[in-house]
């Protein structure tokens, strides 16, 4: 069993950064592919990014070359670095944890980008 907490959600004008960060609790977090995903009202929810155990990393086309997400196995923590945010990135944050495909999910985190 994994349990994820996110942080860093908040209130940014469009052009800013914010870093999310997500804790996990649990055995063998460095085999796990970590996921960053967000749900706007309304919309679907997509895929931000994700980390894979090996260290390959992919990206949503919309926020590619404007957010990373990067690991910390010594912490157990993923994090996301958005930079040069939009007023479209307003969503919930939640970052999600499995071997092959995410299987344990955190609460969320709320991120608001204002124009």
């Known amino acids: 069993q994994v349990q994820l907490v996110e942080s860093g959600g908040g209130l940014v004008q469009a052009g800013g950064s914010l870093r999310l960060s997500c804790a996990a609790s649990?055995?063998?977090?460095?085999?796990?592919?970590m996921y960053w995903f967000r749900q706007a009202p309304g919309k679907e929810r997509e895929v931000v990014a994700r980390?894979?155990?090996?260290?390959?990393?992919a990206y949503g086309d919309s926020v590619k070359g404007r957010f990373t997400i990067s690991r910390d196995n010594a912490k157990n923590t993923v994090y996301l670095q958005m930079n040069s945010l939009k007023p479209e990135d307003t969503a919930v944050y939640t970052c999600?944890?499995?071997?092959?495909?995410?299987?344990?999910w955190g609460r969320g985190t709320q991120v608001t980008v204002s124009s």
């Open positions: 999600a944890a499995g071997i092959n495909s995410p299987e344990y």
């Open positions: 649990g055995r063998s977090f460095s085999t796990y592919a």
């Open positions: 980390f894979r155990w090996n260290g390959s990393t």
